[in-house]
């Protein structure tokens, strides 16, 4: 009797979970109901939940996946055990695992849309920025010269912002930044964009710092650098990528903190909140990571001026990005493999179609703001060339 009362108690604890998260798929649908929980709830949750975990002295989001996995394989082998032991009511057993297994499920869907997973159903940020991404059917010729031109800048800017830290082209050894005051040096960046950019009032507000995954973490062997925890509100980075890359990890993952959820957006913003930061070492940071996604979509193109171009770099940039090479590819092939496969699958499941690419992607997005700030924001110059 106690059986069946608990699996019809599951029963319907799943049936309204799952009507829950139903009602949010079909709210995503509509550009007023996710804009709105974006600046309303949704923004709110994930400055409160940033917060509260923020006053906890170590990271949180390890804590809770460990936690998850474990009691999973504790679940997992109670069930199999339950089930074993059942006999002839295996069926009755079957049920209330399947109806367990369903509230997990449906209770993690409406809690992940909650805190993050609507917001990939928001409008084109550059929709909400007036911004004109590049059009496919443009003359090839005129957009190979747009793209040559651009990528010339945005090395020539990568060069200055360079040896403007460092006061030389080679200081002969990777850049060292100090990381608190990375962090304080973006999120100034970020205070700086709803006035010059138009963004809501919220991307102003500062977080709580970005936590360094710990030494046991397994996820820097598949490949990623950094990631973002809905149900913390913590942004992840590992300590361990080059200094200068982390300054732009810490950038992109502050932007998801701030529902910017597509990986594209993320990079875009992460971009101009580095580069609107009155901390050198932050705007060299955006202007390496725009120089190199303008020299790889050269490269598809014409891989001989790609390869020139890529040359011009000072030695001091060709040497930290040697280094965040040989930090990408210190993991084994088939982890790195595996992890950018499930990366792709979760970002197609979030109605993200370019699933990986969608990286890459950012660039259309700078090649727009390049065509609506075309002299680059000269009234805001802090060193020569290099724009605050």
């Known amino acids: 009797?106690?059986?069946?009362?608990?699996?019809?108690?599951?029963?319907?604890?799943?049936?309204?979970?799952?009507?829950?998260?139903?009602?949010?798929?079909?709210?995503?649908?509509?550009?007023?109901?996710?804009?709105?929980?974006?600046?309303?709830?949704?923004?709110?949750?994930?400055?409160?939940?940033?917060?509260?975990?923020?006053?906890?002295?170590?990271?949180?989001?390890?804590l809770l996946y460990g936690s998850l996995g474990l009691g999973f394989l504790a679940w997992a082998a109670w069930s199999v055990l339950h089930l074993?032991?059942?006999?002839?009511?295996?069926?009755?057993?079957?049920?209330?695992?399947?109806?367990?297994?369903?509230?997990?499920?449906?209770?993690?869907?409406?809690?992940?849309?909650?805190?993050?997973?609507?917001?990939?159903?928001?409008?084109?940020?550059s929709d909400r920025l007036g911004l004109v991404p590049p059009d496919p059917s443009e003359a090839p010729d005129a957009a190979y010269t747009e793209l040559r031109a651009l990528t010339e800048r945005f090395v020539d800017l990568a060069n200055a912002a360079y040896i403007a830290v460092h006061a030389t082209p080679d200081t002969g050894a990777p850049t060292v930044m100090d990381r608190q005051a990375m962090e304080l040096a973006i999120e100034r960046g970020y205070s700086a964009l709803p006035e010059r950019y138009g963004f809501e009032p919220t991307m102003a507000g500062q977080r709580p710092p970005t936590r360094a995954m710990a030494p046991f973490n397994p996820v820097p062997a598949f490949g990623v650098a950094g990631f973002y925890t809905p149900f913390t509100g913590e942004a992840m980075v590992d300590s361990a990528i080059p200094d200068f890359y982390e300054g732009f990890v810490m950038a992109h993952e502050k932007a998801h903190q701030r529902l910017i959820a597509p990986e594209d957006e993320a990079d875009f913003v992460g971009f101009l909140a580095a580069l609107h930061s009155d901390d050198g070492y932050a705007r060299y940071c955006a202007w390496v990571e725009a120089s190199t996604k303008a020299l790889l979509h050269l490269a598809r193109v014409d891989p001989v001026g790609a390869e020139a171009l890529a040359q011009r770099f000072v030695p001091g940039i060709r040497r930290d990005l040697e280094a965040a090479d040989a930090y990408f590819t210190a993991s084994p092939s088939f982890t790195r493999s595996f992890g950018a496969a499930v990366n792709d699958a979760y970002l197609r499941a979030n109605a993200q179609e370019l699933g990986n690419d969608s990286y890459r992607h950012s660039f259309q997005l700078?090649?727009?703001?390049?065509?609506?700030?075309?002299?680059?924001?000269?009234?805001?110059?802090?060193?020569?060339?290099?724009?605050?």
């Open 1 to 62: 009797m106690y059986e069946t009362q608990r699996i019809r108690m599951l029963a319907g604890w799943g049936f309204l979970q799952w009507m829950v998260a139903l009602a949010l798929w079909l709210g995503s649908s509509r550009a007023g109901f996710t804009e709105g929980w974006a600046t309303g709830l949704g923004i709110r949750l994930a400055t409160l939940l940033a917060r509260l975990s923020g006053a906890v002295p170590f990271p949180l989001a390890e």
């Open 84 to 125: 074993v032991r059942s006999g002839r009511r295996w069926r009755r057993a079957l049920e209330r695992i399947a109806f367990e297994l369903s509230i997990a499920t449906s209770g993690t869907l409406v809690a992940f849309q909650l805190t993050f997973g609507l917001a990939y159903a928001r409008a084109p940020l």
């Open 366 to 388: 700078l090649v727009a703001w390049a065509r609506r700030y075309p002299d680059l924001e000269p009234g805001m110059l802090a060193d020569p060339g290099v724009p605050r």
